[in-house]
């Protein structure tokens, strides 16, 4: 199968991963629940995968790297940590509905910053007018799941610092390609998935925390320290790190952001598969592509439709192929409405560190014989 769904989950990862998560299962515990070599282990294990992160990321504190299940599970912490109903929350024009529904089970006023797609200067501009002084938390999805658009993050977290509001940041297609600095950005919350660019198993997630005190936790129950406390302890990661941590998920996880750590050119790969798969595409006049091949502005995600056929249709044909790629409106409508494709959706591609410029000559040969059928 030539795998291009990256963007849901990397699906094919480094061994070290695999190896790591099988391994856990039958020799991790649950750290801070014993004083025996598997809980110790466990701990042990928790702590390097944190400290590893804290320093990819340039976290302060290993304490401030918080395990989740997935970058929905932190971005419901971060929503619901600093959104109150009727308060003004701004958002892009790309947001998932990991950040829409929790917003709209809040009641929060949603105000979304509509830039057009692949402009940095409409994006600064339209984050300019939506973030006014009645602003309560913004929240911007740094690379969009559907068009692989790289917002400038540098430019709305420096707003967002000037004028005080707290910036929850979506990092779900930017950890381990896009540079994320924490501390420089300023952001109070960074959520991320393990299992698509840091190469980790699924059910595992990180969320980068600011400031204890404004982590409001989601989830109640133990957490092996405090135990006598009614309330959940006020001490990160503790304080939102409710029940069983997913030890065999964390090692895999560990394993991934060596990996990621040691292969800077992880983005450059992507962007090189993409711009040769798009480049076939584009001699097809009967598929419209969104890309966009000036530096900085897109990602290894490449949306496209081809004219006449249905996505979904269009991706069941691949699949007939051998040819793994997703169509539809890739839960996030917002993204849709703001560049146009909503009532078509399109056919999304997206590569990883692990595909090829040969899988890429399979996948343009497979769609030109599908748009001519």
Same mark, same amino acid.
């Given at each position: 199968m030539i795998y291009f769904d990256n963007a849901a989950t990397t699906l094919r990862k480094p061994k070290a991963v695999e190896d790591a998560a099988a391994r856990a299962v039958g020799t991790l515990a649950s750290p801070g629940r014993g004083a025996y070599s598997a809980a110790a282990d466990a701990a042990e294990t928790a702590y390097k995968c944190r400290?590893?992160?804290?320093?990819?990321?340039?976290?302060? #504190?290993?304490?401030?790297?918080?395990?989740t299940f997935n970058a929905t599970h932190g971005l419901n912490i971060a929503v619901n940590a600093l959104s109150k109903r009727g308060?003004?929350?701004?958002?892009?024009?790309?947001?998932h509905n990991a950040v829409l529904r929790p917003a709209a089970a809040l009641g929060a006023a949603l105000a979304a910053a509509q830039g057009g797609l692949f402009s940095h200067r409409e994006a600064i501009q339209a984050f300019d007018r939506a973030l006014t002084n009645t602003t309560r938390v913004c929240v911007v999805n740094h690379i969009s799941n559907v068009f692989g658009f790289i917002q400038p993050i540098e430019k709305i977290a420096e707003m967002c610092r000037d004028r005080n509001?707290?910036? =929850?940041?979506?990092?779900?297609?930017?950890?381990?390609?896009?540079?994320?600095?924490?501390?420089?950005? /300023?952001?109070?919350?960074?959520?991320?998935?393990?299992?698509?660019?840091?190469?980790?198993?699924?059910?595992?997630?990180?969320? +980068?925390? %600011?400031?204890?005190?404004?982590? =409001?936790?989601?989830?109640?129950?133990g957490s092996g320290s405090g135990s006598k406390l009614v309330d959940m302890p006020m001490d990160l990661p503790d304080r939102l790190e409710a029940g069983t941590l997913n030890m065999p998920g964390i090692a895999g996880l560990y394993e991934g952001l060596k990996f990621v750590a040691s292969e800077p050119r992880i983005l450059r790969h992507e962007s090189n598969v993409l711009n040769y798969a798009a480049d076939g595409l584009a001699l097809n006049p009967r598929i419209k592509l969104f890309r966009n091949s000036?530096? /900085?502005?897109?990602? /290894?995600?490449?949306?496209?439709? =081809?004219?006449g056929i249905d996505c979904e249709a269009a991706a069941e044909?691949? #699949?007939? %192929?051998? =040819?793994?790629? %997703?169509?539809?409106?890739?839960?996030?409508?917002?993204?849709?409405?703001?560049? /146009?494709?909503?009532?078509?959706?399109?056919? %999304?591609? #997206?590569?990883?560190?692990?595909?090829? +410029?040969?899988?890429?000559?399979?996948?343009?040969?497979?769609? #030109?014989e599908i748009s001519r059928e």
């Amino acid at each position: 199968m030539i795998y291009f769904d990256n963007a849901a989950t990397t699906l094919r990862k480094p061994k070290a991963v695999e190896d790591a998560a099988a391994r856990a299962v039958g020799t991790l515990a649950s750290p801070g629940r014993g004083a025996y070599s598997a809980a110790a282990d466990a701990a042990e294990t928790a702590y390097k995968c944190r400290a590893l992160a804290a320093n990819y990321f340039n976290v302060s #504190s290993p304490e401030s790297v918080v395990f989740t299940f997935n970058a929905t599970h932190g971005l419901n912490i971060a929503v619901n940590a600093l959104s109150k109903r009727g308060e003004r929350m701004v958002i892009s024009g790309y947001e998932h509905n990991a950040v829409l529904r929790p917003a709209a089970a809040l009641g929060a006023a949603l105000a979304a910053a509509q830039g057009g797609l692949f402009s940095h200067r409409e994006a600064i501009q339209a984050f300019d007018r939506a973030l006014t002084n009645t602003t309560r938390v913004c929240v911007v999805n740094h690379i969009s799941n559907v068009f692989g658009f790289i917002q400038p993050i540098e430019k709305i977290a420096e707003m967002c610092r000037d004028r005080n509001i707290p910036l =929850i940041l979506d990092a779900s297609q930017s950890a381990g390609a896009a540079e994320i600095d924490f501390d420089a950005l /300023g952001a109070e919350f960074i959520a991320m998935p393990g299992h698509k660019g840091l190469y980790g198993p699924q059910g595992s997630g990180l969320l +980068l925390c %600011r400031d204890a005190e404004r982590a =409001i936790p989601l989830l109640y129950g133990g957490s092996g320290s405090g135990s006598k406390l009614v309330d959940m302890p006020m001490d990160l990661p503790d304080r939102l790190e409710a029940g069983t941590l997913n030890m065999p998920g964390i090692a895999g996880l560990y394993e991934g952001l060596k990996f990621v750590a040691s292969e800077p050119r992880i983005l450059r790969h992507e962007s090189n598969v993409l711009n040769y798969a798009a480049d076939g595409l584009a001699l097809n006049p009967r598929i419209k592509l969104f890309r966009n091949s000036a530096p /900085g502005l897109q990602s /290894g995600v490449l949306s496209f439709i =081809i004219h006449g056929i249905d996505c979904e249709a269009a991706a069941e044909r691949l #699949s007939e %192929r051998g =040819i793994a790629v %997703r169509a539809g409106q890739h839960c996030a409508p917002q993204a849709h409405l703001t560049a /146009g494709t909503a009532n078509t959706g399109t056919i %999304r591609a #997206s590569f990883s560190a692990f595909n090829t +410029l040969a899988e890429a000559d399979v996948f343009v040969n497979a769609v #030109s014989e599908i748009s001519r059928e």
